[in-house]
């Protein structure tokens, strides 16, 4: 086993140990922490991995939320399947959004992107009828088990939280460096070398934002599952601009990155909050020292400084 | 001989400037052609249209016997084209092995060992084997151009187009580049196009001259040496050589 899996499989490993060990309310923030770096993880192969800089990936989260929520309300479907339901609905509007958009590319690809997801937005706001619109609603605690286990609860719902961000993890460890994900970051460094170098470009780049759409539906139907709620306000922009910014924190174009830019920003907003009523200030300040200071990030720090081959 | 490529009145226009016009174009396999002429004589225009960078504005472009006019350029280097670029276009942030393994893999897919060992020969012929882990980046210029050789030599092609590949290159690191083309050349037909004449009048079986876009002239080096149309372009555009 490369020292690069053991590092990886130690996180995972440190994330199983801390269930056991965290005081309740850090327990709490560790499994939202989680899912919510799944979504991280998903954003990263679009933009960190292959240069995708999309301003719309609320939509693929908001797809897997409401694909989930939405399933559980109006039918008979248990969680597991009604997750995967969310899955798909986030691969698919990936892939037709990302037959549109990749005709474009920069700044034009950012606002189509963006385009797309307010669309979405807007689309979830006129079904209120069945969406209730900005309100949202609740999953009902009958529907929120799997094989018999109350995902509401504690102790169920971080497990559950840790073994989707483990696989989601080690999925993209694989990815990125499996010939596919090589390609993805020579399509980022030089896309017209990358297309003579005999590679469908346009395929491929398809092929990155499926799975991000997908893993990002993942995590928005796994928030849904784990805490019980599927309101409009996570297919606004700011929750397109979430992932970007915790990736650009955590080190984009790194396996860890995603998971540690989440972490950083989730504290850094809730010791701020502690600290004053203007806590986005302190938040702002402090991304503003790291963009100076550090523009690859954490994770994007340790390999310029220590570590070379960090994927 | 049979023809590996041919094209029939390809042009190129860039509102109203014909770049290109109505080339007429046959390369015969396992030949080392050079295509020459002045600058702005529409050489690199023609070999991107040959690749597929640029669409044509007219005419068709065979290759290997198939009509690859219409098809993209990453379609044709699957067919086995090869294209090096004039201007250094490697992948800086990325190590020179993983550079060329890029350009192996397409071919080779998943099968680790065997791209590795392309990685090897093609870093090894073009003598950057001890710079393997470097960065593209940090490599000298002269070495950056030798990584683009190597790529194209990782994808095995059976017709290299060589953007003027010697440009910049030290007189040392042009001697390494003329043997190796010439080992090269033993499975492989080659396009080059090249401004220094003597690595043109060497390695050369044929050349082909290009002025405003067309034709001027094509022989062997010995004919086009003693051409005085050819002279009469080069001098007539201040001399290029």
């Known amino acids: 086993m490369s020292r690069i899996v053991a590092l990886h499989l130690g996180l995972v490993a440190l994330l199983l140990a801390l269930n056991f060990l965290l005081p ?5 923030n560790i499994a939202r922490i989680m899912v919510l770096a799944v979504y991280a993880i998903g954003y990263n192969i679009a933009f960190g991995y292959t240069g995708l800089l999309s301003l719309g990936h609320a939509m693929f989260f908001a797809a897997g939320m409401y694909g989930t929520g939405l399933i559980l309300r109006f039918s008979e479907l248990s969680a597991l399947p009604a997750w995967g339901v969310g899955l798909a609905c986030g691969a698919g509007l990936a892939l037709a959004v990302g037959l549109l958009a990749l005709r474009t590319a920069g700044v034009a690809f950012m606002i189509v992107t963006l385009m797309f997801s307010q669309a979405v937005y807007l689309i979830i706001l006129y079904f209120g009828a069945f969406t209730r619109g900005d309100e949202g609603f609740v999953i009902e605690a009958a529907d929120r088990m799997i094989w018999g286990l109350d995902l509401g609860q504690p102790q169920v719902r971080y497990l559950a939280a840790w073994a989707l961000f483990s696989v989601v993890l080690l999925i993209s460890l694989r990815l990125v460096r499996r010939p596919a994900g090589r390609v993805f970051v020579a ?34 139907g796994a928030y849904a599952l784990l805490f019980g709620y599927a309101g409009a306000s996570f297919a606004t922009v700011q929750y397109s601009i979430f992932p970007l910014l915790w990736v650009l924190l955590g080190g984009a174009g790194t396996v860890l ?14 010791i701020a909050s502690g600290l004053t009523e203007a806590y986005m200030l302190i938040a702002g300040l402090a991304l503003i020292g790291l963009t100076l200071f550090a523009p690859q990030g954490i994770a994007g720090v340790i390999r310029a400084r220590l570590w070379k081959d960090l994927p | 001989m049979s023809l590996i490529l041919s094209t029939r009145g390809l042009s190129k226009s860039f509102q109203g400037l014909r770049a290109v016009h109505e080339v007429d174009f046959d390369l015969p396999q396992h030949q080392v052609r ?23 504005s007219a005419g068709r472009i065979c290759f290997d016997g198939r009509d690859v006019t219409d098809m993209p350029a990453h379609a044709r280097v699957a067919l086995g084209m090869a294209y090096t670029f004039q201007i250094t276009s490697v992948f800086a942030r990325l190590s020179a092995h993983e550079n060329v393994a ?8 998943a099968d680790q060992d065997a791209v590795e060992a392309e990685v090897q020969e093609a870093l090894g012929r073009t003598g950057l084997a001890d710079r393997a882990d470097a960065l593209a980046q940090d490599l000298s210029y002269g070495h950056q151009r030798l990584l683009e050789i190597a790529m194209g030599l990782a994808q ?20 390494a580049f003329k043997a190796l083309i010439r080992d090269l050349a033993r499975d492989t037909t080659i396009l080059l196009i090249e401004h220094n004449m003597a690595v043109v009048m060497e390695l050369a079986d044929r050349i082909t001259v290009l002025n405003f876009g067309e034709i001027l002239a094509e022989g062997t080096p010995a004919e086009i040496h003693a051409d005085a149309r050819v002279q009469a372009a080069y001098l007539g555009s201040g001399g290029d050589d």
Request: hydrophobic content about 45%.
């Open chain 2, 156 to 175: 095995r092609p059976r017709l290299m187009i060589l953007d003027e590949p010697t440009q910049g290159l030290a007189e040392g690191e042009i001697a």
């Open chain 2, 34 to 56: 050079a295509l020459i002429g002045p600058n702005g004589a529409g050489k690199t225009t023609f070999v991107s249209m040959l690749i597929g960078r640029l669409a044509a």
């Open chain 1, 24 to 28: 309740a309310y850090t327990h709490g």
């Open chain 1, 187 to 220: 399509i980022r460094e030089n896309e017209l070398r990358a297309r003579l170098l005999g590679y469908d470009t346009f395929r491929y780049k398809l092929l990155a934002l499926v799975i991000s759409g997908t893993i990002s539906a993942a995590s928005g």
């Open chain 1, 257 to 270: 990155g995603p998971f540690l830019g989440t972490l950083f920003m989730f504290y850094l907003i809730d």
């Open chain 2, 102 to 109: 890029l350009a192996a893999r397409r071919h080779l897919g």
